[in-house]
Structure formats: C-alpha cells, structure tokens
C-alpha cells in the first residue's frame, strides 16, 4: 500500500519524536517501504547539532534508527536528509510539504501533541500536512 514513508524530525529534541519514529518503522516493516526522516535546518549552512554538522546528525539518526529497524525486519531502507530553511520557524509547513512531493513520499507520519490553546489559533506541522500534501499524512500523538 505505502512505497515510501517520510518522517519529521526536530534533532534540537532530545529524543525526536519516539511514539512517530516507532509507528513509522513499523508501517515500514509492515508494507516494506522505504523511510526518509527529514530534518529542517536553519541559520548558517553549517549549523551545528551536538558539535556535528545538522546534514550529518540527520544522517547518523538515519543510521541509528536503521539498525533498530534491521533488528526487527530485513529489507527496510532508511535514509536522512536535512533540508536547509533562512528561517525554520516560518518556512517549516511549505519546506515539509514541499519535501514530501519532491522526494515522493505517499506516507507522512509525524509526531503530535495534544491541542494548546495556541494551536486553534495557528495550525499545528501536521495539522498543514494534513491541508497541504498530496500523500496520506498519519498524525501520531
């Protein structure tokens, strides 16, 4: 049903999004599609996470995440991407949306909290996926 499975992350947080992540490798491993996590990073093209690189942070979640994969399920392919932004806080929705048809995602799982009083009055990251993209867009809260 799912080809390819994309995933937000925040690597500014301390663990990004574990019950999205978990969800997300398990729809992988069920229907054998690929895993894209995205990160969106911002400032100066070599913004630093941790004393690495953010492309190279994104890349070693990618391969964390694929040896907790490979544990469970053989075949599951997993990859990172980081997708630079002038300014994360405004351009983050359009920059994911964006990222989901360019790289052909047909599933997005990402993580959610419960409604603040703030997110009535502007939209969640999902909450525009969901508005927003052409794929199937899996709110995990």
Known sequence: MFKHIMVPID???????????????????IEGARLTLVNVTGGHTDETLDGRAASDAVVSLARRVGEKIAERTEGVRVEGISVHSNDVAAEVDTILARTVEDIGADLVV???????????????????LVRHSKASVFVVR
């Open 11 to 29: 690597l500014r947080l301390p663990d990004p999004v574990p019950k999205a992540m978990d969800v997300a490798m398990e729809m992988a491993r």
């Open 110 to 128: 990402v993580g959610s909290h419960a409604p603040r009083l703030m997110d009535y009055i502007f939209s969640s990251h999902g909450n525009y």
